[in-house]
């Protein structure tokens, strides 16, 4: 059957699901410009073409993963569990502490007092592509290899559901906290640029200050999930053997851990954290689940069902 754009069905699926989006933005918090541009994006992706609509459902992994974290404004993390400010902080001190004029630092306050013009616009231009880079990454396995693609979005959704989950387990102070407030627990608390203020004020845009007070969980720096998509991204830009951009995705990688750590966004126990989330998920779907599911008959026919969904019109 032929591409429909319009049918009874979808409209009024569509309606259906916008109505429950909208409802739920209003319980979370309120509705903003951000879902706005969301609901246009799905219902305009879905409508516009048939090549869209494919993309679109296909990407619906992502769209899912930034409603969890957004939702996750409903029940803060310190409502849940305990909020550690100073123990992640001594910790840094004690592995990685750096001696400045005989006073112990942390690598976080070492780059607050010795930051350069060039670090910091380097340091904003690899945090401020620690998203678009992976979807981009994700529209071209969508394009090359559909299978492939549908394996790198759902690792990408359990790494963050993990990651969400010890938001919860450990809630835990960012660096640029403790500089701000000390060790006290302060509830309520915006979220705010740090280093990467220097970047917005260099190129005169308040590109992360807009980005970081909509944060939907302040205190949620353990572990670092900036830290674990470009270790996502290389490992599978290595299995679908791409030599030419892997070095690149190496730098971006590399590039991403030093931003987080140099803006005072992370410590580097964080950064720690976020890549062997991301390592050890990739290392369970592949030598546990991977070998499960390829046995499952029951999972095949759910897969080929589900690859059928995302490519079909």
Known sequence: MGF??????????????VLIYIIWTNIIGGIRNEHFFLIALWLGAFYAHEKSRRFIKA???????????????????????????????????????IFQNGVLLTPNEYFAIYHTRFLDVLSGLFYI??????????????????????EYSLV???????????????????PWYVELYGFDLHIGVLGNRA????????????????????????????????????VIVLYYGIKKGMPWMNWFFGIFMLGIWF???YSGHHYIIDVIA????????????????????????????????????????
């Open 259 to 261: 931003s987080a750590i």
């Open 59 to 97: 990407f619906s992994v992502f769209i899912i993963y930034w409603i969890v974290y957004d939702s996750m404004r409903i029940i803060p993390n310190y409502e849940v569990s305990r909020v550690h400010i100073q123990e992640p902080y001594d910790i840094e001190k004690a592995l990685f502490g």
């Open 156 to 174: 990408f959704l359990l790494v963050n559901l993990v990651g969400f989950a010890f938001y919860y387990i450990y809630p835990a102070a960012p």
């Open 129 to 150: 592509n620690w998203v678009p880079i992976p979807l981009a990454f994700g529209a071209y396995l969508y394009v090359k290899n559909m299978r492939l693609f549908m």
């Open 195 to 230: 280093g990467l203020a220097n970047f917005d004020q260099i190129i005169g845009m308040p590109i992360f200050e807009n980005i970081y007070h909509k944060n939907a969980n302040v205190l949620a720096a353990m572990p670092s999930l900036h830290s674990s998509y470009p």
């Open 274 to 313: 976020g890549a062997f989330i991301a390592f050890i998920i990739l290392l369970l779907y592949n030598a546990s689940f991977s070998n499960f599911v390829t046995n499952s008959k029951s999972y095949q026919k759910i897969k080929q069902n589900l690859y059928q969904f995302l490519s079909s019109s």
């Open 4 to 17: 429909q754009r319009f049918t009874k069905t979808n409209i009024l699926t569509n309606i259906f699901i």
